[in-house]
């Protein structure tokens, strides 16, 4: 399924890790569209794909990590294409991203400032006062009061979602085209957490920012994307707008995984969360045919004869040769 005019199209990505004895695959066969101005959500459980995905966007994937996909077209460039210079000059300026723990992402050596300042002078030929009086800007713009006292602290006299914010001023930085946010809000609290997707939706329309937001949490999912992916097992599984995902999932293991969310009715009676037996396959185990069929309600034998094709369904696309059944009996 495609946005119109992509700032970024993944086409038929997949990601392995070769050794001498054996091939592990990590992603494959993934697509993807992102327009400008619009949020893609990709969810799905821990060991789905989702981070490794984000980091091959930027050609960050470790060795022995191979990458191979039709196309990763980056306003219109195929950065597949790209030699190693080439992609230092796109990454952090045309598509950035922001990690999911910034103490580890941030040098704990370097103040912020420096930092930010680093990432503007690597990209644009500019004088050290003028990326100094910038990354203040770039502060106040992320909300970070006394910006240019700030602009001296180190990361570790930070608060952690001062340190998020920080980390959202070196990708928006140079202003890119695509913003990749791998879990933005990993270990802040419920009031922070709001704080930094608010912040990260008035910037991307400020800016008319493409990003893709990688998280677990369908809560944000249903606040600030546009479109969602749902991934299993390195595999595209559905795709659809977010307004008609929350109306009617496709694919079982989307109703799983909003089945699971805690509501306010399953607190006041203290009822068990409904819960996806088991756990997702190790990339050494993958199961034969659907990969989500040994946990899946649904399954029939069919369902471990062969992989199933993602097809479209209305405004969306599924990977499940049973939706239909599933969409009538529901």
Known sequence: MRAASPVLSV??????FVSKERTLTAVEGLSFDVAAGETLAIVG?????????????????PKPGLVEARTIALEGRNILEFSEDEMRH???NRIAMIFQEPMTALNPVVSIGEQIIEAIREHEIISKKEARNRAVELLRRVRIPDAERRL????HRLSGG???????????????AVLVADEPTTALDVTIQAQILELIDILKKESNTAVVLITHDLGVVAEHADRVLVMYAGR?????????LFQEQLHPY???????????????TRERLVEIPGSVP??????????????CGFGVPACTAADPALVQAGAGAVACIRWRELSVAE
């Open 152 to 155: 001296h602290e180190f990361p």
């Open 90 to 92: 796109v990454r952090g």
């Open 254 to 268: 989307t109703r799983g995984l909003l089945a699971a969310r805690p509501r306010l009715s399953t607190l006041a």
């Open 236 to 244: 595209k599984i559905e795709e659809q707008p977010a307004r008609s």
């Open 11 to 16: 086409q038929d990505l997949s990601i392995r």
């Open 282 to 295: 190790s990339l050494a185990e993958m199961p034969v045919g659907c990969r989500f069929a040994p946990r």
């Open 162 to 176: 001062m340190r998020q914010r920080v980390m959202i001023a070196i990708a928006l930085a140079c202003s890119p």
């Open 45 to 61: 459980e821990s060991g789905c794909g989702k981070s490794i995905t984000a980091l091959s966007l930027l050609g960050l994937v």
